[in-house]
């Protein structure tokens, strides 16, 4: 390299600096924005930790005009290790601007997930009207406890920041719930309950729900319990949420009880349901007696909903992994993902409840139109060439009632969506998706879900960031989440279909938040 040209990358190196805080240590390093987050496979607009472990989503809690991600993170490696709470902030739940670590472990344990609140009436008394503290409340986990054998280990504690989520005090009254002997105690989701004027708190005791109040977020009283007999039970019961929503263009309002269970998903390993029914402050009651799934991928779990916001507004992140193979997948730099946020709504079909989760809409703020037909015959196999599609959002309105197939591929493998009305089932298949050796469950089954066509005109929509695929059809009805790892990025999308047509196609060139 001349010496002039030497000086010139020298100068622009340097501007092109970014500063980010490195959340292990909470000082401010400086990356190279050419290098950051540009690892193989790292998702350039969902959120993942600058480096190491991450799991689930904890404290989603809209305060000040700002979403706090708070997450389970172990700083020191890339598999699961002593919990702490990770913490990042948005404006628009797109972009992230990753915070110092918000809890450490202490002498009652690990810090597992929970939630957090904002106490504006100041019942904890942990702040001021004028300053109401937010309060944080999670799981401990002990960790000689569980080696001693015992069965007592998971306990709930809390925690107050007055410097909206920068700095963390324990209570020093903590344990606020302490475990009379059950082995899985954990994952509080606590709510303001304006109708009665107090905190209800959610928690999972292996196989149920209990149900919690308190007037001050730190003396707790059992209320109740559900869910024995209910719902699928292939596995432990974790992260609860209860909230209500309004039933889609009506004033009737639902409660929504979702429940994370590892093992027993219907396509493997960790996966979501829920409950639609009612709550009176007390109890929270359900007619239904089988599992609905949130969604039928392999990779979104742990998922729960924003506090604070809008009654309207129900905002949920997963965790975009599967504690199936969380701990393999072949990144190196750091581990998993979020899903996108996305919005909650309740709508009824042939006379029963269902929930739609379905992108935020401020993700089309990252989002440039790549010219294509808008209405696309499907009389032979549709094809489309492109550099790379790891970076896009692509959709189409159709009636689903004829088969149907989506592949995104190259020479070393593809993935595919297929709408198969012969067995009333949407298949997704990873299994030549790239890398897949890493463990058995990964890639080894298409992954079914039912689906009896309307025969009305939905929406398909198929969104890639490099190492994940997030389909959404009919605004959310029907999902599948999954992580992928191609060997080179896809660069052909076919459909084949049987001469129906699809209207309202788009495809979209989606940018990275993290280098823009
Ligand atoms: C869910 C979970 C929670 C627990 C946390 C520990 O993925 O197992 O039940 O609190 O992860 O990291």
Same mark, same amino acid.
């Given at each position: 390299?001349?010496?002039?040209?030497?000086?010139?990358s020298i100068?622009l190196m340097i501007s092109c600096k970014d500063k980010h805080v490195d959340?292990?240590?909470?000082?401010?390093e400086p990356h190279s924005v050419s290098t950051y987050y540009q690892e193989p496979f790292r998702p350039q607009?969902?959120?993942s930790p600058p480096n190491?472990?991450?799991?689930? =989503?904890?404290?989603?809690?809209?305060?000040?005009?700002?979403?706090?991600?708070?997450?389970?993170?172990? =700083?020191?490696?890339?598999?699961?290790?002593?919990?702490?709470?990770?913490?990042?902030?948005?404006?628009?739940?797109?972009?992230?601007?990753h915070? =110092?670590?918000?809890?450490?472990? *202490?002498?009652?344990?690990?810090?597992?997930?929970?939630?957090?609140?904002?106490?504006?009436?100041?019942? $904890?008394?942990?702040?001021?009207?004028?300053?109401?503290?937010?309060?944080?409340?999670?799981?401990?986990?002990?960790?000689?406890?569980?080696?001693?054998?015992?069965?007592?280990?998971?306990?709930?504690?809390?925690?107050?920041?007055?410097?909206?989520?920068?700095?963390?005090?324990?209570?020093?009254?903590?344990?606020?719930?302490?475990?009379?002997?059950?082995?899985?105690?954990?994952?509080?989701?606590?709510?303001?309950?304006?109708?009665?004027?107090?905190?209800?708190?959610?928690?999972?005791?292996?196989?149920?729900?209990?149900?919690?109040?308190?007037?001050?977020?730190? *003396?707790?009283?059992?209320?109740?319990?559900?869910?024995?007999?209910?719902?699928?039970?292939?596995?432990?019961?974790?992260? =609860?949420?209860?909230?209500?929503?309004?039933?889609?263009?009506?004033?009737?309002?639902?409660?929504?009880?979702?429940? $994370?269970?590892?093992?027993?998903?219907?396509? #493997?390993?960790?996966?979501?349901?829920?409950?639609?029914?009612?709550?009176?402050?007390?109890?929270?009651?359900?007619?239904?007696?089988?599992?609905?799934?949130? *969604?039928?991928?392999?990779?979104?779990?742990?998922?729960?909903?924003?506090?604070?916001?809008?009654?309207?507004?129900?905002?949920?992140?997963?965790?975009?992994?599967?504690?199936?193979?969380?701990?393999?997948?072949?990144t190196e730099a750091w581990?998993?993902?979020?899903?996108?946020?996305?919005?909650?709504?309740?709508?009824?079909?042939?006379?029963?409840?269902?929930?739609?989760?379905?992108?935020?809409?401020?993700?089309? #703020?990252?989002?440039?139109?790549?010219?294509?037909?808008?209405?696309?015959?499907?009389?032979?196999?549709?094809?489309?060439?492109?550099?790379?599609?790891?970076?896009?959002?692509?959709?189409?309105?159709?009636?689903?009632?004829?088969?149907?197939?989506?592949?995104?591929?190259?020479?070393?493998?593809?993935?595919?969506?297929?709408?198969?009305? *012969?067995?009333?089932?949407?298949?997704?298949?990873?299994?030549?998706?790239?890398?897949?050796?890493?463990?058995?469950?990964?890639?080894?089954?298409?992954?079914?879900?039912?689906?009896?066509?309307?025969?009305?005109?939905?929406?398909?929509?198929?969104?890639?960031?490099r190492?994940?695929?997030?389909?959404?059809?009919?605004?959310?009805?029907?999902?599948?989440?999954?992580?992928?790892?191609?060997?080179?990025?896809?660069?052909?999308?076919?459909?084949?279909?049987?001469?129906?047509?699809?209207?309202?196609?788009?495809?979209?060139?989606?940018?990275s938040i993290w280098n823009e």
């Amino acid at each position: 390299m001349n010496r002039l040209i030497f000086a010139v990358s020298i100068v622009l190196m340097i501007s092109c600096k970014d500063k980010h805080v490195d959340s292990s240590s909470g000082a401010e390093e400086p990356h190279s924005v050419s290098t950051y987050y540009q690892e193989p496979f790292r998702p350039q607009f969902h959120f993942s930790p600058p480096n190491k472990w991450m799991n689930d =989503p904890n404290g989603l809690v809209f305060h000040h005009g700002i979403y706090h991600l708070f997450y389970q993170y172990y =700083p020191e490696d890339i598999v699961w290790g002593p919990m702490h709470w990770g913490h990042a902030v948005s404006q628009d739940l797109i972009h992230w601007e990753h915070k =110092p670590i918000a809890l450490y472990p *202490d002498e009652h344990g690990l810090i597992f997930s929970g939630s957090a609140v904002v106490d504006l009436q100041n019942t $904890s008394g942990f702040g001021t009207i004028e300053n109401p503290p937010l309060v944080a409340i999670f799981t401990y986990h002990n960790m000689d406890g569980e080696k001693q054998g015992r069965n007592d280990f998971q306990t709930q504690g809390i925690a107050f920041s007055l410097d909206d989520g920068d700095t963390w005090t324990k209570y020093g009254g903590n344990p606020v719930i302490q475990n009379k002997g059950l082995k899985d105690f954990r994952d509080p989701k606590v709510f303001w309950y304006a109708a009665q004027s107090k905190w209800i708190l959610t928690l999972v005791a292996g196989d149920h729900a209990k149900f919690f109040e308190s007037t001050n977020l730190k *003396d707790w009283k059992l209320m109740s319990e559900f869910g024995k007999n209910q719902g699928a039970h292939g596995g432990v019961w974790e992260c =609860p949420d209860l909230f209500p929503l309004f039933v889609e263009g009506t004033d009737e309002t639902k409660w929504v009880l979702l429940i $994370s269970m590892n093992p027993g998903a219907p396509n #493997g390993g960790s996966g979501t349901q829920y409950f639609i029914g009612d709550f009176n402050g007390i109890t929270f009651t359900s007619e239904q007696d089988q599992a609905k799934w949130l *969604d039928y991928g392999m990779d979104d779990y742990a998922g729960v909903t924003y506090n604070n916001l809008p009654l309207k507004n129900r905002t949920f992140i997963g965790w975009m992994s599967n504690w199936n193979y969380a701990r393999n997948t072949p990144t190196e730099a750091w581990r998993s993902s979020m899903t996108l946020p996305r919005n909650l709504s309740l709508i009824t079909q042939n006379g029963d409840y269902f929930l739609r989760n379905y992108p935020v809409k401020t993700l089309e #703020g990252l989002t440039s139109k790549i010219e294509i037909a808008s209405e696309i015959v499907l009389r032979e196999t549709f094809t489309l060439q492109r550099d790379d599609f790891m970076q896009t959002d692509f959709s189409f309105n159709a009636d689903l009632s004829k088969p149907l197939k989506v592949v995104y591929g190259n020479t070393s493998g593809h993935i595919s969506l297929e709408v198969r009305p *012969d067995t009333g089932t949407l298949v997704f298949d990873r299994s030549q998706s790239g890398i897949v050796d890493f463990e058995e469950s990964f890639g080894k089954h298409p992954q079914n879900q039912p689906y009896i066509p309307s025969g009305e005109e939905v929406e398909v929509r198929i969104i890639l960031d490099r190492s994940s695929v997030e389909i959404f059809i009919d605004g959310g009805r029907y999902v599948f989440t999954n992580q992928v790892f191609p060997i080179q990025p896809y660069t052909t999308l076919s459909i084949t279909g049987t001469g129906q047509t699809l209207a309202h196609v788009q495809l979209n060139a989606i940018k990275s938040i993290w280098n823009e």
